[in-house]
């Protein structure tokens, strides 16, 4: 069990979730994909049927302080406008959609964060990213929908600011704290303010503790799971050494997901959702198979 003994409840659904399937997957920004936009009630639901065990939504806020669900500076090439999302109104917001999603008689406006998270209660997790520097705001807002045993929060490990407003605060959501070094994880791993259930690792090389199962074990008995990303950034800069959906796709899964099963990693942050939950049902089935991207296997069942 994940997590230290006083956060057993509001841990449980985690720990549940994680004896359940093992390896965790999630989706980077719900699934957004041909006609459907990232980090809206479809995206989220687009990418339940497609595995996902977790789901990460970006959170913005306007200048007169509603949360949306949108990875500010993406307005130009999403919205079609220059103006980041925080130096609008509301009621500015409210008027924008993704244009190229939109259809005669369906608009795809950018969705605010407390309603659709409302609309999951009870059914699945979110890992809440870049918030921390809204947290002062954002953290009673969520505590209103008493969902704190769906919510992970996360922020760097070394943002000394984020922590003390995390520690002080009276809801103690598990936390995911991002980590580059052990030293980020031995800081926050243990804290009785903190409900630290995971971490979060990035490198952008694999010569690097992380590549290490001994570390990775090391982890585990200091009771937190451990969680990667492979998502290609647009940036190129690798989040775990390279291993990355891209190269999913034009080696096989079995060389970027491989690797990250051998290790024991946790929990998998993805934009491809499908591919995890096969690899994974693969490795459950034969744990010496492999997946190639020319000869897929029959897709698992989605309920």
């Known amino acids: ?18 004896s ?6 999630v989706a980077h920004r719900g699934s957004g994909h041909a006609s459907i936009a990232d980090n809206t009630e479809l995206a989220v639901r687009a990418a339940l049927r497609s595995g996902a065990d977790v789901i990460e939504i970006d959170v913005a806020a306007s200048r007169d302080g509603e949360f949306y669900c949108f990875h500010d500076g993406d307005e130009a090439e999403l919205l079609g406008v220059d103006a980041n999302l925080q ?55 969520l505590r209103g929908l008493s969902m704190a045993d ?24 598990p936390f995911v704290p991002i980590c580059a070094s052990p030293d980020d994880v031995y800081r926050t791993v243990g804290d009785p303010a903190l409900n630290t259930v995971g971490v979060e690792l990035i490198t952008t090389t694999q010569h690097h503790p992380w590549f290490s199962a001994e570390v990775i074990e090391e982890f585990h008995r200091l009771g937190v799971f451990c969680f990667v990303n492979t998502e290609t950034l647009t940036t190129g ?67």
């Open 1 to 18: 069990m994940f997590g230290q003994p006083q956060f057993a409840a509001l841990n449980a659904r985690i720990n549940d979730k994680l």
């Open 20 to 25: 359940q399937v093992g390896t965790l997957v």
């Open 87 to 141: 130096t609008l109104s509301a009621a500015e917001i409210d008027k924008l959609s993704y244009q190229w999603v939109d259809r005669p008689g369906r608009r795809t406006s950018v969705e605010r964060l407390l309603p659709l998270l409302e609309t999951f209660r009870g059914q699945t997790l979110f890992n809440i990213d870049r918030s921390w520097w809204r947290w002062p705001q954002l953290l009673r807002a």
């Open 150 to 173: 769906q919510l992970i929060l996360k922020c760097p490990a070394w943002d000394d600011m984020a922590l003390a407003r995390l520690r002080e605060f009276g809801v103690k959501y």
């Open 237 to 303: 800069v690798p989040l775990f050494g390279g291993l990355d959906d891209e190269l999913a796709i034009l080696q096989g899964p079995d060389t970027a997901y491989g690797p990250l099963f051998d290790l024991g990693v946790d929990a998998v942050q993805t934009d491809w959702p499908w591919l995890v939950r096969d690899y994974r049902q693969a490795r459950r089935l034969d744990p010496d198979a492999t997946l190639s991207a020319t000869s897929p296997p029959e897709p698992a069942a989605v309920f």
